[in-house]
């Protein structure tokens, strides 16, 4: 069974609408995908219909952008009730920091030379509630500035590069609280990704599962062999569920391919597990994975 819990349509960054990601999901040969879009629900319903047709079980998830003592953390949040108030109210703080910040990042742009605005932006953009810096780069490709969002960022959207600006993110307390209430189970994404391992160590993680944490990510690109195996091993000293995953972008990421990591059926079936305990403690509506 080969499972891949950690992807992105163009409901947020991806490049590929929710139906195209789940049919390449198929097509890659996942048997379980889930679809974790940056803070929002936007792509779930489509990606279902899509799950059900190509026969595909599907995980609904979102991917929250959260800090934890300034430190940006992404919090992977599956099967919680979509609907539940302070979720909503959650992620919609988070999605007016992202719409906030697009004239900022505009702004300094233009100071730059590059002339962008909001209209340019949202064209390339579509639908999406979730806009992002990866949005920005497509915009600035579309008009012939750059090549490609790995140019984009090194040159000017990555922290500390010039165009570059902050927006809020959700406490990361408060989400794991919010998450485990609205009935879902909350795995830190790529913990070890951009920072040294630092509120994210051992004592750090076994803190954050007293307050509701269930998992780790520790197969991710951006995590070397090394890490990979020093986070296996907290994961295991600690009970937390190791995932696996590929963080796919459509093509707006190279090196992210559907289930270049994935998930151990084992640690899926204990996540399944802990999402049902979670769901029944919280009395919320919460959605079923969809199993073919
Ligand atoms: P934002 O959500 O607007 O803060 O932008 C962060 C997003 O940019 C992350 O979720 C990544 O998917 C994406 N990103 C970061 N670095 C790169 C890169 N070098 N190439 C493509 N996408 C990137
Ligand atoms: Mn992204
Ligand atoms: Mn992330
Ligand atoms: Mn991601």
């Not at 952008?65 to 302070?86: F, R």
């Not at 909001?118 to 064209?123: A, C, G, Q």
Request: hydrophobic share 40%.
């Amino acid at each position: 069974m080969r499972i891949d819990l950690h992807t992105h349509s163009r409901a947020s960054d991806g490049t590929q609408t929710p139906a195209e990601l789940i049919r390449a999901a198929h097509a890659a040969g996942l048997d379980v995908v889930a679809i974790t879009d940056h803070d929002t629900t936007e792509g779930w319903a489509e990606a279902a219909k899509a799950a059900e047709e190509v026969g595909i079980a599907l995980v609904r998830g979102i991917e929250i952008s959260t800090k934890l003592d300034g430190l940006s953390v992404h919090l992977l949040a599956y099967l919680p009730d979509p609907t539940y108030t302070p979720l909503l109210e959650g992620l919609q703080k988070v999605l007016d920091g992202r719409n906030a910040r697009l004239p900022a990042i505009l702004a300094k742009l233009r100071e730059l030379g590059f002339d962008l605005d909001v209209e340019d932006v949202r064209r390339v953009a579509g639908e999406t509630a979730a806009i992002g810096r990866p949005h920005v780069a497509d915009a600035l490709i579309a008009k012939g500035f750059l090549r490609d969002r790995d140019q984009a960022f090194s040159e000017l959207l990555s922290a500390g590069r010039p165009a570059y600006v902050q927006r809020y993110a959700a406490p990361l307390n408060e989400m794991l609280r919010i998450v485990a209430e609205a009935g879902g189970v909350s795995v830190v994404a790529h913990p070890w990704g951009r920072h040294d391992p630092g509120p994210m160590g051992e004592e750090g993680l076994a803190r954050l599962q007293e307050i509701g944490l269930s998992g780790v990510e520790v197969d991710h690109q951006d995590h070397d062999s090394q890490a990979r195996d020093e986070l296996r091993g907290i994961a295991s000293n600690l009970g937390l569920v190791a995932t696996g995953s590929s963080d796919h972008h459509g093509a707006g990421k190279s090196g992210h391919d559907l289930g270049c990591n994935t998930t151990d059926p084992d640690e899926y079936a204990r996540l399944l597990e802990l999402a049902a305990a979670a769901a029944a403690r919280s009395e919320r509506r919460t959605p079923e994975v969809l199993v073919p």
